[in-house]
């Protein structure tokens, strides 16, 4: 197969993951998303082609997969996988942008579920700031905002006071 046909069926197969997504069946996402990954790998090394890139779009697709399937420990570390590129590039273009997002929020709600509650905190938190700041770029941002926000309503209503600003017990008797 010559390479333009296999990024093509990569790409193809990582649309199809986002649309099974967004029907509601991760588990078909997920084979899509691994399909897309494999095909990548047949590139001859001597062609150029972004394999961190693009890998980092399919982990963030696999992470949201996975989040729906509320398999959180893969989910987590699909996330760390496509923030790793993410994080490095510091941009949010549209497509990078959104998938970037999802993984910073799939890595929170992977988080909250695996008992880190402040980390998963400061990931909604950064989440939130990077969907106010993308503005009208994502169909689904309002969407995603409201469950970013009531997510950080509920960790910070769970999580016990600043240890700090308590006293112990004996210091009020004295």
Same mark, same amino acid.
């Given at each position: 197969?010559?390479? @333009?046909?296999?990024?093509? &069926?990569?790409?193809? $197969?990582? +649309? ?23 095909? !990548? ?15 980092? @779009?399919? /982990?963030?697709? *696999? ?5 729906? @399937?509320?398999?959180?420990?893969? +989910?987590?570390?699909?996330?760390? &996988?496509?923030?790793?590129?993410? +994080? ?10 959104? &998938?970037?997002? !999802?993984? =910073? ?9 695996? $008992? ?14 990077? *969907? ?15 469950? =970013?926000? $009531? #997510?950080?309503? !509920?960790?910070? $209503? +769970?999580?016990?006071? /600043? ?10 008797? #004295?």
């Amino acid at each position: 197969m010559k390479p @333009l046909k296999q990024v093509a &069926q990569a790409y193809m $197969s990582v +649309s199809r993951g986002e649309a099974l997504l967004q029907e509601g069946k991760p588990e078909q996402a997920l084979q899509e998303y691994r399909h897309a990954m494999e095909v !990548t790998r047949t590139i001859p090394a001597e062609e150029v082609f972004d394999h961190d890139g693009f890998d980092a @779009l399919c /982990n963030a697709g *696999l992470a949201d997969a996975f989040r729906l @399937l509320e398999r959180h420990q893969e +989910s987590l570390e699909a996330a760390e &996988q496509a923030l790793g590129y993410f +994080s490095r590039r510091g941009e949010l273009h549209e497509d990078e942008g959104r &998938q970037w997002i !999802t993984a =910073v929020i799939c890595r929170a709600a992977a988080l909250g579920r695996t $008992s880190r509650q402040a980390d998963a905190l400061k990931a909604f938190e950064m989440a939130e700031e990077m *969907l106010e700041e993308k503005k009208g770029e994502m169909a689904d941002r309002e969407e995603r905002l409201e469950m =970013v926000r $009531s #997510s950080i309503a !509920t960790l910070r $209503s +769970s999580m016990p006071g /600043n240890r700090e600003n308590r006293k112990a017990w004996w210091e009020f008797w #004295s």
